[in-house]
């Protein structure tokens, strides 16, 4: 008797705060709602009007069902944290897709998931059918996906709506945010809060000019401009035209996005470091340091294989159409200076495999970025190479390795093991998702290729994905892009719920 | 929102590093055009 | 008698085969799409091309020149031209308005030396073959009963849970 009540209690803590999720996410529909109006987009009024209602009635039946959860905050433990992000960010893909599904750009409901589920992980892969003439409404809305994923949905409502905070890190950690920058979650949200508005504000300025200056007129510079920043600083990639950032054709449009996407791939706790004066954090750090290592090599291997071919006539050609993407896909970004096509066709073997590499290796943790996550390379690499001195070492000297990440860390056997085993997760699901790929037809390079962009929450595309691809290998992305985003520990611990629920059920039916 | 001198100068450093390694990364790539 | 034959069925050989080999340099009346292109950018890199689309977005000027980005459904590319050139084009297609369609006659370049290695067109003839309207937005009634429809429920399961906090007894369960 008693552990099915414990058992229901879990399903209803789980759907009291999944709920507020949901409703806090549905709230922000307003922005397009406003946008729309502003554009005099009657119809996108409406299908934001539409989603909004159903998402909030959603949202708030959740609420209502696990409503005696109130006031028992401290009974969340660790494993609702992290099903309530997962569960949370499923329940939002469908819900989130109505406004597509309503604008007609959309081939199919599965299309829409697909891209919402690419915006919540800012992967940026797209199946949304002619984007060059998209309402703003919509155009606002695709993008504030990737700035709301990339900061968490479930920050966003720790941080806004929930007023209990004592069971709140855990529902923080469940969406892969394991850095407790202060004493309290909701300082540390509001923290990464913070910092995500000024440099909203600040980027959105530097582009609006730099909009005006390529020949934008102001209203849509100031789009463009927002859109582009939410786009670089979530390291999402999406962009509101078919031709992504070859539309701007300009070469400071391009340098200002990769600044921002190269600081928006950092770690938030870096960010409060750096801004609280411990400037040194920034080089010190084992993250910065493994990023400027691997992207360095990464992109100076492209640029000698690509300037081998003698497309590229000159060194801004070879930066802006090499460096650019390569830098892109390691931050897991995925703004593409080049068609898709053309990675398949001109950038060889070589270009393909360095690019699938930076893709995989990713960004760093706690941040937008996608990946392995530097952090787990840099301990992993560190652990090889500790572990190589003490066999090398005389048995009586007992020395201790340490690596820097905010402060000095001893490097543990089990700090090893376990960044191993997620590094080990991702590449089986990258693994299955270039199986998959030949599976269906493509090519061994256009499969791996697609597979790391969508493990590694990328976006760049090498030609597979496309409305026409088979719908098995759409359900599998969207898979792969969430259980890569969520950094699988939410993902199992969730589907771990569900099926011990089950089993108690079943077993109470039997006695 | 107020920002204090010590986050103001942890922007401008964070945008200060990026744009000196994007920098490193041109002249590499400037080697690479001969 | 039979050497004259010769002669002519080799003239009307070497006749064809030109015919063939030149015709995508001769491209006068038949229009690529921008996937073609790009599938087979080493054979078009530098030759004079037809393409037709839609112009989107807007004008942007740098200087004397300007680019117009054009959509073909199939992909979108930047068309390099000149200010004067672009003046005729009304209609830039975005949400509301359908672009003018372009019949762009200009070289390709696969990496264009003077855009920093950027696929595009520069453009020597341009032609509007159709010009462009702003798009009928007639709002469906289903859609309006929905909106209020939706409303009104989210609204109630608000006013339900605004009672449900209301109303808080006092609960001494142990956890």
Redesign the interface.
């Known amino acids: 008797m008693k552990n099915s009540e414990i058992s229901v209690r879990s399903a209803e803590i789980i759907s009291y705060y999944a709920g507020f999720v949901i409703l806090g996410t549905s709230m922000l529909m307003i922005i397009p709602v406003v946008t729309a109006i502003l554009?005099r987009?009657?119809?996108p009024m409406?299908?934001f009007?539409?989603s909004?209602?159903?998402a909030?009635?959603l949202g708030?039946?959740f609420?209502?069902l696990g409503?005696r959860t109130?006031?028992?905050s401290?009974?969340v433990q660790w494993r609702h944290g992290f099903a309530v992000a997962a569960l949370s960010w499923v329940m939002l893909m469908f819900l989130c897709s109505i406004p597509y599904l309503?604008s007609g750009h959309t081939y199919s409901y599965l299309d829409a998931c697909f891209d919402v589920m690419s915006g919540f992980t800012t992967t940026g892969l797209v199946l949304t059918q002619?984007l060059?003439?998209?309402?703003?409404a919509l155009n606002m809305w695709r993008h504030m996906l990737t700035f709301i994923g990339g900061q968490g949905m479930v920050v966003l409502a720790l941080t806004f709506i929930v007023k209990e905070s004592s069971g709140g890190y855990k529902f923080y950690v469940g969406e892969g945010k394991d850095i407790a920058l202060v004493p309290n979650v909701k300082g540390t949200a509001r923290i990464i809060w913070k910092i995500s508005i000024v440099y909203l504000l600040f980027g959105t300025l530097v582009l609006w000019i730099a909009g005006l200056l390529?020949?934008?007129?102001p209203a849509?510079s100031l789009l463009h401009a927002i859109y582009i920043f939410e786009s670089a600083w979530s390291t999402g990639g999406f962009a509101p035209?078919?031709?992504n950032i070859?539309?701007?054709?300009s070469?400071l449009y391009e340098a200002i996005a990769m600044v921002f996407f190269i600081i928006g791939s950092f770690n938030f706790g870096l960010h409060y470091a750096v801004w609280q004066g411990k400037r040194k954090e920034f080089v010190r750090n084992i993250e910065i340091q493994s990023f400027a290592i691997t992207a360095f090599l990464a992109s100076v291997l492209a640029v000698a294989a690509l300037s081998k071919t003698g497309?590229?006539?000159?060194a801004?050609?070879?930066?802006?159409?090499v460096v650019f993407n390569v830098l892109s896909a390691h931050t897991t970004t995925g703004f593409g200076?080049?068609?898709a096509?053309?990675f398949a066709?001109?950038w060889g073997d070589g270009g393909i495999l360095i690019m699938v590499i930076a893709m995989l290796i990713g960004g760093s943790a706690c941040s937008t970025a996608g990946g392995f996550k530097g952090l787990r390379v840099g301990i992993v690499f560190k652990g090889i190479i500790a572990d190589v001195k003490k066999l090398l070492s005389s048995e009586r000297s007992m020395r201790v390795y340490k690596f820097h990440y905010m402060k000095d860390i001893v490097l543990e056997d089990g700090l090893v093991r376990a960044s191993a085993l997620i590094i080990i997760c991702y590449m089986v699901l990258f693994g299955i998702g270039t199986l998959l790929g030949t599976f269906c037809g493509y090519s061994l390079a256009d499969s791996a290729f697609e597979a790391s962009s969508v493990t590694g929450n990328v976006g760049l595309s090498i030609g597979v994905t496309s409305a026409s691809m088979p719908a098995v290998l759409k359900i599998y992305y969207i898979f792969a892009m969430y259980l890569g985003r969520l950094e699988f520990l939410s993902v199992f611990a969730l589907i771990g719920m569900a099926i011990t629920g089950v089993k108690r059920i079943w077993k109470r039916k039997q006695i | 929102m107020r920002l204090s001198k010590a986050e103001i100068i942890g922007l401008l450093t964070e945008i200060s590093g990026v744009l000196i390694f994007l920098g490193i990364l041109f002249a590499v790539t400037l080697l690479f055009a001969r | 008698m039979e050497k004259k034959t010769n002669l002519i069925h080799c003239a009307l050989a070497v006749i064809l085969s030109l015919c063939l080999v030149g015709f995508p340099v001769l491209a006068g009346d038949n229009s690529v799409s921008v996937?073609e292109l790009?599938?087979n950018?080493a054979g078009y890199n530098g030759k004079s091309i037809t393409i037709t689309g839609e112009a989107?977005?807007?004008?942007?000027?740098?200087g004397d020149n300007?680019?117009v980005?054009i959509?073909d459904?199939s992909?979108?590319?930047?068309i390099w031209m000149s200010k004067e050139e672009a003046g005729g084009i009304k209609y830039y297609?975005?949400?509301?308005y359908t672009g003018d369609i372009l019949v762009i006659t200009g070289v390709f370049y696969?990496?264009c030396?003077e855009?920093?290695?950027?696929?595009?067109i520069h453009c020597s003839a341009l032609k509007i073959s159709t010009t462009g309207e702003m798009k009928n937005?007639k709002?469906?009634v289903p859609?309006?009963l929905?909106?209020a429809?939706?409303?009104v429920?989210?609204l109630t399961?608000?006013m339900?849970?605004r009672q449900?906090?209301n109303k808080?007894p006092e609960?001494s369960?142990a956890?």
């Open positions: 554009s987009e009657w119809i409406l299908d009007i539409i909004m209602g159903i909030a009635s708030l039946i609420v209502l409503r109130k006031g028992h401290a009974s309503l002619d060059d003439h998209l309402s703003n390529i020949g934008l007129n849509s035209n078919t031709q070859m539309y701007y054709h070469f497309l590229y006539p000159d801004v050609s070879l930066y802006r159409r200076s080049l068609y096509r053309q066709l001109q | 996937n790009i599938e950018s989107i977005g807007e004008c942007l000027e740098r300007v680019w980005n959509s459904k992909n979108a590319i930047g297609g975005d949400y509301r696969e990496a030396k855009h920093g290695g950027e696929p595009d937005e709002i469906p859609k309006i929905l909106a429809g939706f409303t429920l989210a399961l608000y339900a849970y449900m906090i808080k609960r369960n956890d």
